[in-house]
Every structure is written in C-alpha cells, then in structure tokens.
C-alpha cells in the first residue's frame, strides 16, 4: 500500500474516533498513533491530513454542505463525513495532491470503508467541491 494512502486510512480511522468521542487533543492523537498504527512511515502525513482538517474544519464543512445539497455534514455518515473531510482538505488547502489524486482517494476509502452508495456519493459531491473551489 503507498504511504499516502496508508496515511489517509489512518487519518480516516483518528477522525472516526473523534467523531465518536468528540475528544480531538495532541495526547489523544499520540495515544491513537502508539496503539493502532503499526509502521511509522505513514504517520507524518496522517498527522499532516488530521491537523489541517482539525485547522479548516469550520471551511471544509462549509464546503462539503455547500456541495451535498440538503444532505448536511451532521447528517452523514460519520465515515463519509470524514472521508468528504479528508478529501476536501487536499482539494481546498493542499495545493501538492493533484485533484484526481484526492478524489480518487476519496473514493477509494469509500468502496473500503463506506457503504455501497458511499463512493458514488463521495464522488459527486466531490467533484463538486472541485469545480466551485478550484
């Protein structure tokens, strides 16, 4: 699996528990890193993905309701709504992740993670965040 992806997976899985626990700290995040990360390479990216949407969450969910049309973030699923999240970030603020990649793997984490009509859903309302954004 590349490191990105990797990353992203674990982005993914720190930003589910949050949404559980609504607890997002440094401790917790190293507490979740020293229990359920195995490999170290895909950390600094995760953190990267995790901080810069924790930096732009108000943005991105803005966004992402902008883009679902009467489907608000608080109403999705949690794994579609961090997914959404993740991938909207490296739309909207990382200029280094072409916007194919960051669909892509958005829609990826969907068919892994999501429901069946989850890649379908990432994907259009990503790509609508795409047009509108970039």
């Known amino acids: 699996m590349r490191l990105r992806t990797k990353a992203r997976e674990v982005a993914l899985q720190y930003l589910y528990q949050v949404d559980i626990t609504k607890r997002h700290t440094e401790e917790t995040l190293e507490a979740f890193i020293t229990h359920f990360v195995k490999g170290r390479d895909a950390i600094r990216y995760a953190q990267e993905l995790i901080n810069g949407v924790y930096a732009h969450l108000e943005k991105i969910d803005e966004l ?7 489907w608000p ?12 999240r993740i ?3 490296e739309l909207t603020f990382n200029p280094d ?24 859903f990432v994907n259009g309302v990503l790509d609508r965040i795409r047009i509108d954004g970039r």
């Open 87 to 89: 991938s909207t970030y």
């Open 64 to 70: 992402i309701d902008k883009a679902s049309e009467n």
């Open 73 to 84: 973030v608080r109403r999705m699923s949690k794994t579609d709504r961090n997914i959404l």
């Open 97 to 120: 992740v072409p916007y194919r990649v960051a669909i892509n793997e958005g829609i990826e984490l969907a068919k892994r993670f999501g429901s069946p009509k989850s890649p379908a």
